[in-house]
């Protein structure tokens, strides 16, 4: 039977690795330290950043496999679960790991400005593919805060280790975006598949069913989260998927317009508008001009 952990201190998480507590709210951890261990579900309720050195068995996270590769950093925010799945045998567990409780940057600058950074909330298939070099100066971020650890806690301790996490981010926001880069002809596809997935929705009933096509459904289709879906759309298009939906929602209303005798209100129940003035404000801050004014004109 799959084994089942939740990890609410990181007392509890250092204990499961076999691992000294230094700080009752953060930790470095070396998973060679650990035990061996076989495939498990576990809930967290603190943020962890794990860089895998080693293929441990097929990592489930909601509905969604990732087949890790060597190399990868997958982060991990509190009320997330994550499942090792397909591995039966035991296996030694290899890698670094930074786990801190949320406590640990209340009141600091990374703890306001913490929710931007969105790859916490990226599936796990979206993890962070590393180069070399971006591997070490990840581990040397980690060597940091290990060593500020092992100092005797005083009061600048809290902001040392809070503003090196801080740093490790700012890095891996900057990974994220070379990796958006160097991944152009896989981007190009879910560009199109996006179009795609776009245009058939207007000549469906899901107009009707569903109503205007979200940032959060089309993610889903196209079996992304929402979060690492509007960032890539972002760096490749220089527009918010949102921005994206609402230009094709636009181009089908125009020709709705101009090609049909139907009423403004018709043509908004038709695209998935619960209220024809939500259509007539939309249209005329992207056109500039009312439906009606836009008929007229052409």
């Known amino acids: 039977m ?3 952990y939740n990890f609410k201190s990181i007392n509890e998480y250092n204990d499961f690795n076999n691992h000294e507590t230094l700080h009752p709210l953060v930790s470095i951890i070396d998973f060679s330290n650990a035990k061996e261990r076989t495939g498990s579900k576990m809930d967290f309720e603190l943020f ?15 509905r969604h496999n990732y087949d890790y590769q060597e190399g990868t950093l997958v982060f991990i925010s509190p009320g997330q679960t994550v499942e090792v799945e397909n591995k039966v045998d035991f296996y030694q567990p290899k890698g670094h790991g930074l786990v801190f409780h ?4 209340r009141g600091t600058s990374l703890g ?18 590393l180069s070399s070099k971006e591997r070490q100066l990840v581990l040397d971020l980690f060597a940091k805060i290990d060593t500020e650890l092992r100092q005797s806690i ?28 160097t991944r152009d002809t896989v981007n190009k596809g879910i560009l199109e598949n996006f179009e795609e997935l776009l245009n058939g929705y207007f000549v469906s009933e899901k107009p009707y069913s569903v109503g205007l096509p979200s940032v959060a459904y089309c993610a889903e289709e196209l079996h992304f989260s929402a979060n690492y879906f509007g960032d890539l759309i972002k760096k490749e298009t220089g527009k918010t998927a949102q921005d994206f939906i609402q230009e094709k929602i636009i181009d089908v209303a125009k020709n709705k317009i101009f090609e049909t005798d139907k009423s403004v209100s018709e043509i908004a129940y038709e695209l998935g508008f619960k209220y024809p003035q939500h259509f007539i ?3 005329k801050k992207r056109v500039g001009t009312t439906p009606n ?3 007229m004109l052409n």
């Open 2 to 4: 799959e084994k089942e």
């Open 48 to 62: 962890c950043i794990f860089l895998k050195d080693v293929k441990c068995g097929d990592l489930k996270y909601g």
């Open 102 to 105: 949320p406590d640990l940057i």
């Open 112 to 129: 306001k400005i913490l929710s931007e950074y969105n790859f916490f909330s990226y599936h796990t298939s979206e993890a962070l593919h």
């Open 154 to 181: 005083d009061k600048h301790s809290k902001k040392l280790i809070a503003s090196t996490i801080e740093l490790l981010l700012n890095y891996c926001d900057r990974f994220y975006d070379r990796q958006f880069i």
């Open 281 to 283: 404000r939309l249209f």
């Open 293 to 295: 004014e836009f008929r």
